[in-house]
């Protein structure tokens, strides 16, 4: 992995940032992280499904793009075919960055904008300027900051989402078998998502909790993204 550094005025005042899409920037990905402040724009392009952590057993929401490792079948070129692109995509080479000691929550007095100044995307030449000839940060680069504000904020609320389906054992493996153009069968294993006949069993107290936190309308939502799977199919076999 790429370090982080501080951004500054100072030391990146000629620092640009290319913003066009492509596999050189390391796009070619089946799966990408998702926070479920997104569902709402995902949910009309992609299939969006919960991932199994084989480090750590926890689930997390992914985006899923392709069928194979290395296979990003929404990019062409350096287009991404698609009306929305997540914000684990848009916000890099950036990160948020914590100066506390280790575990401390992020607030506003302790977080900083970081950057990858190995990353392909990070250039003199071309591309995005950060900051403008007095310093100040330019209209991308405050941009790009509401956008990792958005992703630090809502990292913990896909948290407790996805925490509180495993508490209530709505999450289930799914098997995708798919049959492409030219014969070919394959099956896909290691995704899951929400047992709809359990998500219809929710009574009383824990109903309200999903409905009052919009938990329910996510689980929906997680539900009709699986319709995409023909999309992903249909882009599969244009590309054999």
């Known amino acids: 992995m ?4 501080i951004l500054s005025p100072n030391e990146h005042k000629d620092i640009c940032v290319i ?4 596999e050189k920037y390391g796009e070619n990905v089946n799966t990408v992280p998702v926070i479920a402040d997104e569902l709402r724009s995902l949910v009309t392009e992609y299939p969006v499904c919960l991932l199994k952590d084989p480090n750590t057993g926890r689930f997390a929401l992914h985006a899923l793009t392709g ?3 290395g296979e990003n079948l929404f990019l062409e070129g350096d287009i991404w075919q698609a009306s929305y692109v997540p914000l684990h995509i848009l916000r890099q080479p950036f990160m948020i960055g914590i100066k506390d000691k280790e575990g401390a929550e992020p607030t506003p007095d302790n977080t900083v904008v970081t950057i990858q100044l190995e990353h392909k995307r990070v250039t003199d030449k071309g591309g995005e300027a950060l900051f403008d000839k007095e310093g100040n940060a330019t209209n991308y680069l405050n941009k790009t900051s509401e956008l990792l504000a958005a992703l630090l904020q809502g990292l913990p609320r896909t948290s407790s989402f996805v925490d509180a389906l495993v508490k209530e054992e709505l ?5 995708l078998n798919v049959k492409l153009k030219n014969g070919e069968q394959k099956s896909f294993q290691g995704f899951y998502s929400i047992n ?25 939502m997680l ?5 995409n799977i023909q999309k992903l199919i249909n882009k599969k076999n244009a590309s054999l």
């Open 223 to 227: 539900i009709a993204s699986f319709g």
């Open 196 to 220: 709809e006949d359990k998500l219809s069993e929710l009574k009383g107290d824990v109903l309200e909790k999903f409905h009052s936190l919009g938990y329910l309308q996510a689980c929906h």
């Open 2 to 5: 790429l370090a982080q550094t």
């Open 171 to 175: 999450v289930e493996q799914m098997q």
């Open 67 to 69: 069928f194979d490792a």
């Open 19 to 22: 913003t066009t899409r492509g």
